[in-house]
């Protein structure tokens, strides 16, 4: 909720449902813990919940996000922020 509350774009992956999700946060962490949610821009690792919330108490947060995509703020008029939609014809995700 703190990124979007700055308006960054946020690419969610949900490694319980997309192996290859999980298979690049190994990758991107080898020898870490799994923990989520993990934050990364782009390919570099910022910090799990209590690293972005410190980050943004001290002000460091807005500094370290001030060159990523923004977008409004708002409900996505599509999937009502739904994110992962079921299909509509198999129920499946």
Do not use: W
């Given at each position: ?17 997309h192996?290859?999700f ?72």
């Amino acid at each position: 909720m703190i990124l979007k509350g700055l308006g960054v774009k946020i690419d969610e992956r949900d490694v319980s449902m997309h192996a290859g999700f999980k298979k690049e946060l190994k990758e991107l962490l080898p020898g870490e813990g799994y923990m989520l949610p993990r934050v990364f821009l782009g390919r570099k690792y910022i910090g799990g919940v209590d690293e972005i919330c410190r980050m943004d108490e001290n002000g460091q947060l807005e500094k370290v996000v001030e060159s990523c995509q923004r977008v409004e703020n708002g409900v996505c008029e599509s999937c009502g922020d739904v994110r992962f939609v079921p299909c509509e014809t198999c129920y499946g995700s």
